[in-house]
């Protein structure tokens, strides 16, 4: 079992920045990707970043050059930079990571672009 708890979350401007974290516990060993996922009122979840262990990166074309995905191995814990943010980043955000043979998710935090 893996558990995810995301914070960071909140309400910027429009042109602002915000950092979420991801700090993962239990049998984290087993843990080789992780990944951010957003979710806006009425679409569906979308993966937004994903680093592996070796870090390894890939972002959604929607936020590349605005935000950075990092990871701390040693503490188990991955961020989400956002930088340079619009309306439309406006979402959940949800931290994943699949450990066969299932996806474990955090419980989402709120962001909410607005001025």
């Known amino acids: 079992q893996v558990h995810l708890v995301e914070s960071g979350g909140g309400l910027v401007q429009p042109g602002g920045s915000l950092r979420l974290s991801c700090a993962a516990s239990?049998?984290?060993?087993?843990?080789?990707?992780m990944g951010w996922y957003r979710q806006a009122p009425g679409k569906e979840r979308e993966r937004v970043a994903a680093?592996?262990?070796?870090?390894?990166?890939n972002y959604a074309d929607s936020v590349k050059g605005r935000f950075t995905i990092s990871r701390d191995n040693a503490k188990n814990t991955v961020y989400l930079q956002m930088n340079s943010l619009k309306p439309e980043d406006t979402a959940v955000y949800y931290c994943?990571?699949?450990?066969?043979?299932?996806?474990?998710w955090g419980q989402g935090t709120q962001v909410t672009v607005s001025s």
């Open positions: 994943n990571t699949h450990i066969p043979p299932r996806d474990y």
């Open positions: 680093i592996t262990r070796s870090n390894n990166t």
């Open positions: 239990g049998r984290t060993f087993n843990i080789y990707v």
